[in-house]
């Protein structure tokens, strides 16, 4: 990566001789008052919340979705605005958050200079919608193995804050195991129209006690699972293969599939609510 492929100050390349002032015009794109990036490179969250740290100064913290993505989250947008916290600063520039939070030094985790995993979950589940809330901290959990009970041990310390009466409806809904939206999305699904909540990814085994499968969702109970079905598994041959056969050697073992897809999620959850409550209930399960 070259010296100038991550954000920097304009005035301090200038002040040391690195670049002149039509260097900057000419080559470089401006993210933020005095900080740049050379042209041609795609800006993702990751870079625009380093300039924003940049931006900010030696006090700024990455908070949020900006947090979440230097912790390693995956499935955050690009194009998200980033967000620091940083006191003294009353106004933000376009397409920067400057929050106003505190933060306690063990919220903040110095080598990123971002909020902790509990902490950015703590300010996540607060403030975004909660559906995208769960999928977004499913995703952080799945990252850094962040547990419920951790983010709890921060909204204790901040009862008050606001959007905390929506964290607490967030958190019961956690779970790492989520391997994308999509999965999260599933299992709520499911929980909300009453069905008993289901384990991510659960391994099946064989008879001899060795693992033959992983299902998305599954309930080893009834020997029910749930498989979110992307688009790989409906247009490369050999993953389509894989999954007939598959699919047969479960059947075999005696367990019931549910498949979906991005249109039947999307357009017709009732419809997989009542196939998976069918499923459930041909295995004995308590349901209605």
Same mark, same amino acid.
């Given at each position: 990566?070259?010296?100038?492929?991550? &954000?920097?100050?304009?005035?301090?390349?200038?002040?040391n001789?690195?670049?002149?002032?039509?260097?900057?015009?000419?080559?470089?794109?401006?993210?933020?008052?005095?900080?740049?990036? #050379?042209k041609? $490179?795609?800006?993702?969250? *990751?870079?625009?919340? /380093?300039?924003?740290?940049?931006?900010?100064?030696?006090?700024?913290?990455?908070?949020?979705?900006?947090?979440?993505?230097?912790?390693g989250? *995956?499935?955050?947008?690009?194009?998200?605005?980033?967000?620091?916290? /940083?006191?003294?600063?009353?106004?933000?520039p *376009?397409?920067?958050?400057?929050r106003?939070? /505190?933060?306690?030094?063990?919220?903040?985790?110095?080598?990123?200079?971002?909020?902790? &995993?509990?902490?950015?979950?703590?300010?996540?589940?607060? #403030?975004?919608?909660?559906?995208?809330?769960?999928?977004?901290?499913?995703?952080?959990?799945?990252?850094?193995?962040?547990?419920? $009970?951790?983010?709890?041990? +921060?909204?204790?310390?901040?009862?008050?804050?606001?959007?905390?009466? *929506?964290?607490?409806?967030?958190?019961?809904?956690?779970?790492?195991?989520?391997?994308?939206?999509?999965?999260?999305?599933?299992?709520?699904?499911?929980?909300?129209?009453?069905?008993?909540?289901?384990?991510?990814?659960l391994?099946?085994?064989?008879?001899?006690?060795?693992?033959?499968?992983?299902?998305d969702?599954? %309930?080893?109970? %009834?020997?029910?699972?749930?498989?979110?079905?992307?688009?790989?598994? %409906?247009?490369?041959? /050999?993953?389509?293969?894989?999954?007939?056969?598959?699919?047969?050697?479960?059947?075999?073992?005696? %367990?019931? +599939? !549910?498949?979906?897809?991005?249109?039947?999620?999307?357009?017709?959850?009732? $419809?997989? !609510?009542?196939?998976?409550?069918?499923?459930?209930?041909?295995?004995?399960?308590?349901?209605?």
């Amino acid at each position: 990566m070259g010296e100038f492929d991550t &954000p920097f100050l304009g005035s301090a390349a200038i002040a040391n001789g690195r670049l002149t002032r039509h260097d900057l015009r000419c080559d470089y794109q401006r993210i933020f008052r005095d900080v740049y990036l #050379r042209k041609g $490179i795609e800006l993702d969250l *990751k870079l625009r919340s /380093r300039a924003a740290l940049l931006f900010g100064g030696a006090n700024a913290v990455l908070v949020g979705l900006s947090a979440a993505a230097v912790h390693g989250t *995956k499935w955050i947008a690009d194009d998200a605005m980033p967000e620091i916290v /940083r006191e003294g600063f009353l106004g933000a520039p *376009k397409g920067l958050i400057i929050r106003g939070d /505190r933060l306690n030094d063990d919220e903040v985790d110095e080598t990123l200079r971002a909020t902790t &995993p509990a902490r950015t979950a703590f300010d996540l589940g607060r #403030r975004l919608p909660p559906r995208r809330a769960v999928a977004t901290i499913d995703a952080l959990s799945n990252a850094t193995g962040l547990k419920a $009970i951790d983010v709890d041990a +921060i909204a204790m310390r901040y009862p008050g804050a606001r959007g905390i009466v *929506k964290l607490r409806t967030v958190l019961p809904l956690i779970d790492g195991g989520a391997e994308s939206p999509q999965e999260t999305y599933t299992r709520l699904v499911l929980i909300e129209a009453g069905l008993p909540a289901p384990t991510t990814q659960l391994l099946i085994r064989d008879d001899y006690g060795d693992v033959i499968a992983r299902a998305d969702l599954g %309930w080893q109970r %009834w020997k029910v699972i749930v498989e979110y079905d992307g688009a790989q598994h %409906w247009t490369d041959p /050999r993953q389509r293969s894989h999954d007939i056969e598959r699919t047969a050697a479960l059947e075999a073992m005696g %367990w019931r +599939i !549910v498949r979906v897809d991005a249109d039947l999620l999307r357009r017709r959850p009732h $419809i997989l !609510v009542a196939r998976v409550r069918a499923a459930l209930r041909a295995a004995g399960a308590p349901v209605n």
